[in-house]
């Protein structure tokens, strides 16, 4: 599954890469909505996106919405990350196919890389 893991804090994002690596999944950082942006727009298409809500430059919500609004990733699936569910609360999440709230488990985080893709 080819994988974008969104989150502006690196060790958390690059943590969460070499676990979902070690599972098999090829994956693509970014550390801002920008890179983000930029990598959704590139040559991959991602199956999986884990986007942060609380980006320094866009927040998560909108940037799911901006992307939800291609083709692209219209039906692709989108996983919001927040350390703060009073954030998420903010937000009409509907955007988002499913939540985690961080610090994440292995356990949780693995059984939303091992939900298989839908045609």
């Given at each position: 599954?080819?994988?974008?893991l969104?989150?502006?804090?690196r060790?958390?994002t690059?943590?969460?890469?070499?676990?979902?690596?070690?599972?098999?999944?090829s994956?693509?950082?970014a550390y801002?909505?920008?890179e983000?942006?930029?990598?959704?727009?590139g040559?991959w298409?991602?199956?999986?996106?884990?986007?942060?809500?609380?980006?320094?430059d866009?927040?998560?919500?909108e940037l799911?919405v901006?992307?939800r609004?291609?083709?692209?990733?219209?039906s692709r699936?989108?996983?919001?990350?927040?350390a703060?569910?009073?954030l998420c609360e903010?937000?009409?999440?509907?955007?988002?196919?499913?939540?985690l709230?961080?610090?994440?488990s292995?356990s949780?985080?693995?059984?939303v890389?091992?939900?298989?893709i839908e045609p």
């Amino acid at each position: 599954m080819n994988v974008l893991l969104v989150d502006d804090y690196r060790l958390t994002t690059d943590l969460l890469a070499d676990v979902a690596c070690s599972m098999g999944h090829s994956v693509t950082t970014a550390y801002s909505g920008a890179e983000a942006l930029a990598a959704a727009n590139g040559e991959w298409t991602f199956d999986l996106i884990l986007l942060d809500i609380a980006l320094p430059d866009i927040n998560g919500h909108e940037l799911c919405v901006r992307l939800r609004a291609s083709e692209k990733y219209a039906s692709r699936r989108i996983v919001s990350l927040s350390a703060d569910a009073e954030l998420c609360e903010r937000f009409n999440m509907s955007c988002f196919d499913d939540s985690l709230l961080k610090p994440l488990s292995l356990s949780e985080f693995e059984c939303v890389l091992s939900k298989p893709i839908e045609p």
